[in-house]
């Protein structure tokens, strides 16, 4: 699934040339997002700069190997995850506020990083010889993000809520018939026919051979449900766009959508939209001083000609 857009191939194509200029547009777009996101996990801002440094230096060297696979923040934000963990010596890093709250008591939630990029040794979404792998989460990932615009474009935002709570957050049942104030049953049978209709149309992407190979997997839920937990963290398949987070900031996002990305960001708390978020309001307060710069400047020179 090729997400880069024209633009962002081109900018990638002046970088790998060894443009200056492209790559300082490439390090002024990102940096802002990457430090918010570094800095909600290290508190030191000065580890939290090292990190993103870090996560560019890696980018350049992985560049080549990029496939373009996933749009450049999420492969930035991979490589960021991966520094950070190692910086905190393996410890696992959550992704949502909630997951932050629930802690240890949740055992089942254990996303592997194995399918990581690994810029170092080179960029690829998953590790050399694990093509099989590979067919699952390129499956999985197109059958989970046609559910999700089905979600989107029916306005129906409470499925939508659901579905990150179980999948993308792994939250217990118990926690989510409270949220979203539904009997637990109806949380378990949710879930249960919403993976046996993402199995089915992930199967049906894949092929016979999938099916076959992977059958032991499509058995239990359980391996599913951790195989969808890797995917939707990794590229973040229900993330709302930049564009989205700026107008829910600006207070210019209608209705119900508002309300969802207010889920997403307060309640569900995804680090990587709050990250987002935060570097937006930075800008926005940049351009705010700006301007009140100008203004005094422009209101004030004429009596400093005359002073
Ligand atoms: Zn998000």
Known sequence: ??????????????????????????????????????????????????????????????????????????????????????????????????QDTMGADDASYSATETLAVDPVTGASWYAKGEERREAQHGALTTAVTEAIEKYKDALDFRALMLTELLFYCGAPAPQIAAMMDEPEPTIRTFKRRWLQRIAARAQELAGEEFAQVDADTWRTDESVDSLLRDTWQTQRLSCPKRNTIGAYLLGSLDEPWAEYVKFHIEHLGCHFCRANLDDLKAAADEAEQQRLHERILNSTVGFLKQA
């Open 1 to 98: 699934m090729k997400r880069l857009s024209k633009a962002d191939q081109f900018l990638l194509e002046s970088i790998q040339r060894g443009d200056e200029r492209s790559w300082n547009e490439f390090v002024d777009r990102f940096q802002g997002r990457l430090l918010a996101f570094a800095r909600q996990r290290l508190r030191d801002r000065e580890a939290a700069e090292d990190v993103v440094q870090e996560t560019f230096i890696a980018c350049l060297r992985g560049l080549q190997q990029f496939r373009g696979d996933s749009g450049l923040e999420t492969y930035l934000f991979v490589i960021l995850r991966r520094k950070i963990i190692d910086h905190l010596r393996g410890r696992k890093l959550n992704l949502c506020l909630m």
